[in-house]
């Protein structure tokens, strides 16, 4: 199978392509590899008079139509889903936690939040 590196919002995966439509493509997810981030986006760092989103990382097997011009070569060990997204929490983690902020803070109070939702979804602890 042949991934490829597809950002969505802030996030970035490893996807696989499903069906072709001329410069439509329809992808899979099979992997994360960078978290999206936390919070309001339009205010990247904004904790007040902002909605602090709380943001998900596409699921395993989500489907998304994308342009042919959106793909980009895939350049990470391709590893399942489960263990990319832990490794994708753990990496954004340790960036919050070097920064002393409120929006880290209330980013990494989202984080373990979604950790819950994600042990429930896979079955799976999240550290």
Not at 14 to 23: A, H, K, P, R, T
């Amino acid at each position: 199978m042949m991934l490829y590196r597809f950002a969505h919002k802030t996030g970035s995966y490893g996807v696989s392509i499903v069906e072709e439509d001329g410069n439509q493509v329809l992808v899979q997810v099979e992997q994360v590899i960078k978290h999206p981030k936390q919070g309001d986006l339009h205010n990247p760092t904004s904790t007040e008079n902002v909605f602090f989103h709380e943001r998900k990382a596409l699921s395993q097997f989500e489907k998304r139509y994308a342009s042919r011009s959106q793909l980009r070569t895939f350049n990470v060990e391709p590893i399942t889903y489960i263990a990319s997204l832990q490794q994708a929490l753990s990496d954004l983690e340790q960036k919050l936690n070097a920064q002393n902020t409120l929006h880290a803070q209330m980013s990494l109070e989202n984080l373990q939040r979604l950790k819950e939702d994600y042990s429930l979804q896979y079955k799976q602890n999240f550290e």
